[in-house]
């Protein structure tokens, strides 16, 4: 699992010294194609991956498919509640779903030879099968992958090894149910492929240094010097920003809300807006009306798809005249700036002049999210040869 891991201990084991010494993941980590193709199997395949909000598969038959790397899996909706499975029918192997999301209305059917299976993964069409010997149809079921809901966050271990999900998520769960993340739904959803790495996305992400000059709308609602970090346990990372006199929350028309505030939330939260990345893909921002998720889905070193999504309360979605674009747009015109500036980065890293850099003190977060993906590079750096080869 971790031969194509080709970083230098020592380079990596900077990134772990405190803040006021350490330095940044080294440029490899964001431009070799082994590296990726380790974190794909070793950090997406081997814990926590945000798959989608549950809205996404909340009835049954609604679906998402989602790729990492060559794997493929789908989240369905069940009477159950939401199952995975590996994107793979058990007669020859076809993927049994091509589109990202979608409804299906009684079974997922293969392409291929017509195999059909219920929305619990047994099989329940095999034609041609009858005269078979020892054909168990029990046997032959969609293969399940463990799946987690949490704070409305559809979680999903591809590979097998994550650790127990509420040590994952940790203290990041109390602040998603203030806010009541899994009774939103979604208010409109926007996809991006950014030709940067993942992790450049989610350090992009964690820091508003780079606001003033980048985000001049942005910056205009909420300091980028305010707020604070939130510590914690889990897998997690983020903290607050103070919107500005005025602001209400993050939108166009100077942060005029359009729509009542999240219900349940305390009138002392309305002044902030909360960003978290939760390890390793989900990035979660709280904001006094509405709540937007991004999740990254690594394709290159160079290369990211991520899709964006709004959520909403259902009695504001259900108003006359719902329209999320104050909320949308500003943050598509934000997203796009950041996309550009991210790219920028990864054309750097691969300059012969650029060596890892220094964190300033506006970086607590970006360390903290990097130290995550820098424990996870030592643990298998540091595995005996017998243990990495095998």
């Not at 259900?318 to 997203?335: I, L, S």
């Amino acid at each position: 699992m971790t031969s194509g891991l080709q970083l230098k201990a020592a380079d990596v084991e900077a990134t772990l010294q405190p803040l006021e010494r350490a330095s940044m993941l080294p440029p490899r980590a964001f431009t070799d194609a082994a590296v990726l193709d380790w974190e794909l199997d070793a950090i997406f395949g081997g814990g926590w991956i945000c798959a989608a909000h549950v809205y996404s598969v909340a009835e049954p038959g609604t679906f998402v498919m989602r790729e990492v790397g060559d794997q493929s899996f789908f989240v369905i909706g069940s009477e159950e509640g939401p199952r995975a499975f590996h994107n793979v029918c058990r007669h020859r192997g076809s993927r049994l779903l091509s589109e990202s999301e979608g409804q299906l209305k009684r079974l997922i059917r293969c392409p291929y030879h017509a195999w059909g299976y219920g929305f619990d993964g047994s099989l329940k069409a095999a034609p041609k099968t009858e005269g078979l010997e020892n054909f168990d149809r029990a046997c032959y079921g969609l293969s399940r992958l463990r799946t987690e809901v949490v704070g409305g966050l559809v979680l999903v271990d591809l590979g097998g090894r994550a650790p127990d999900i509420d040590a994952h998520v940790g203290d990041l769960l109390e602040r998603l149910e203030l806010y009541r993340v899994s009774e939103l739904v979604r208010g409109d959803q926007r996809t991006y492929e950014v030709q940067a790495n993942w992790k450049a996305i989610a350090e992009n992400y964690n820091e508003c240094l780079h606001c003033p000059g980048v985000h001049p709308e942005l910056n205009a609602l909420s300091d980028y010097a305010s707020g604070e970090a939130f510590p914690g346990a889990g897998a997690w990372c983020g903290g607050s920003m103070t919107l500005n006199e005025g602001a209400q929350t993050m939108s166009r028309n100077g942060g005029k809300a359009q729509r009542p505030s999240i219900a349940g939330v305390p009138t002392s939260e309305l002044t902030s807006v909360y960003y978290f990345v939760l390890f390793p893909n989900a990035l979660i921002s709280l904001h006094p009306d509405y709540v937007m998720l991004h999740t990254l889905w690594p394709r290159e070193p160079g290369r990211t798809d991520l899709t964006c999504e709004w959520f909403f309360e259902q009695q504001t979605v259900e108003r006359p005249g719902f329209d999320p674009c104050d909320a949308v747009d500003f943050w598509d015109q934000v997203n796009r700036e950041d996309w550009h500036v991210c790219e920028l980065a990864q054309k750097g890293m691969r300059s012969r002049g650029y060596s890892a850099g220094r964190y300033t003190t506006h970086e607590g977060d970006v360390h903290a999210f990097d130290s995550m993906v820098a424990e996870r590079y030592l643990e298998a750096l540091r595995e005996p040869a017998g243990e990495r080869a095998s």
